[in-house]
């Protein structure tokens, strides 16, 4: 898969801009704070419907208008897909696909795919277990639209039983618990299967990917840490217990304790917990081969790669390692970000760059 243009109009800093895009590596320069970013995210939108920068989507309005609008037009092995992004200050969003409005955002999952990094993914690896979450979330969402659905359906029946446990009546919590129990162990152990599934496809690959951005020096392993393994009806059938054997718990704290809302992964570099011994060099490294991973996963299930979005990657990283990167990517799109380009390091590689100033492209170098 690839994405042939990029229409902007209002969208950050940019008024009117169209990017074309080879099938290859396209290299977007220019300085800090001329638009390379919001491009890169742009694309990111069409893919998800969701921004990795702003929490909210009037956000990426031009200042002083009332509108914005992002638009791209892919390539996949089923033909080619237009995606439109309209965007108001009521903070409400209209998505369009081949001209035809869709209602859902489930409905925009799936027609592009890409795999987003930026130093801001750091936070895979750095932060908060929900960081993970999000991560897989956003990957298998793109991938199957029945996880996307399950993991809607489960976060409304969380929340329905969060509000049951605050209940001061017990008599009423024990009664009509075991109703959400069913209801939510049924979408959970969708979930988690699939999180596990995922894990399990991606940890080998990331380890390979890491092991030759590191010249074979550091040895990755991925672990899920839900505690639950199986098929869905077994899963099921161990949460359902576990949720019985929680109850007082639960009560008291007012909020469902277990379940894959409190699903982590853990990274362990040389036998360490990367996020807590690795230095940045080695936890930004673990991070990026962990999207190199995702990408393969995409071409696995998919039959083809997404389009990979790197912003701002080469310039974190040593000259050996920006080498191994480039010469990884080549059998997929990918859309760099980057102040300038290093000749040194593009060395024999066929590359598009397309030069960024001020919202505008400025030139175009093939």
Same mark, same amino acid.
């Given at each position: ?240 217990? &576990?949720? @019985?054997?929680? $109850?007082?718990? #639960?009560?008291?704290?007012? /909020?469902? +304790?277990? =379940?894959?809302? *409190?699903? &982590?992964? @853990?990274?362990? $570099?040389?036998? #360490?917990?990367?996020?807590? /011994?690795? +230095?940045? =060099?080695?936890? *930004? ?17 998919? =039959? ?63």
């Amino acid at each position: 898969m690839f994405i042939k243009n990029l229409q902007l109009e209002n969208f950050r800093n940019y008024t009117l801009e169209t990017f074309d895009f080879s099938q290859g590596v396209n290299v977007l320069t220019g300085a800090n704070a001329q638009g390379k970013t919001n491009a890169a995210e742009a694309i990111f939108f069409l893919c998800t419907g969701y921004s990795p920068r702003a929490n909210k989507d009037k956000l990426v309005i031009k200042n002083g208008e009332e509108r914005a609008k992002i638009r791209g037009v892919a390539t996949s092995n089923y033909g080619d897909v237009s995606v439109e992004i309209r965007f108001n200050k009521s903070d409400k969003k209209d998505i369009f696909i081949n001209e035809i409005e869709v209602l859902k955002i489930g409905e925009l999952l799936g027609n592009i795919h890409s795999v987003f990094f930026n130093p801001s993914e750091l936070k895979l690896v750095q932060e908060a277990p929900e960081d993970r979450r999000r991560f897989l979330n956003i990957s298998l969402s793109q991938k199957s639209k029945s996880y996307f659905y399950a993991l809607q359906r489960y976060n409304k029946i969380l929340s329905q039983r969060n509000n049951l446990l605050k209940e001061p009546d017990t008599y009423l919590i024990q009664e009509t618990l075991p109703i959400w129990d069913e209801q939510l162990v049924k979408e959970a152990s969708k979930i988690i299967k699939a999180r596990n599934d995922f894990l399990v496809e991606i940890a080998p690959i990331a380890e390979e990917k890491h092991a030759f951005l590191s010249g074979g020096k550091e040895i990755l392993k991925m672990k899920m840490e839900s505690g639950y393994k199986g098929d869905e009806l077994e899963i099921a059938t161990f949460l359902k217990a &576990d949720l @019985k054997a929680n $109850l007082q718990k #639960d009560i008291r704290l007012g /909020f469902t +304790s277990i =379940g894959p809302h *409190r699903d &982590d992964v @853990k990274f362990i $570099l040389n036998g #360490d917990d990367v996020k807590i /011994f690795g +230095s940045q =060099g080695q936890q *930004r490294t673990v991070a990026l081969s962990v999207k190199l991973a995702e990408a393969e996963s995409f071409k696995n299930k998919l =039959g083809e790669y997404p389009i990979l979005i790197l912003d701002d990657v080469l310039s974190e990283l040593d000259k050996p390692r920006q080498k191994k990167l480039i010469s990884s990517v080549e059998n997929m799109q990918t859309i760099f970000t980057a102040t300038h380009i290093d000749r040194t390091v593009f060395k024999g590689k066929q590359f598009k760059q397309i030069v960024v100033e001020n919202g505008k492209i400025k030139m175009v170098k093939e």
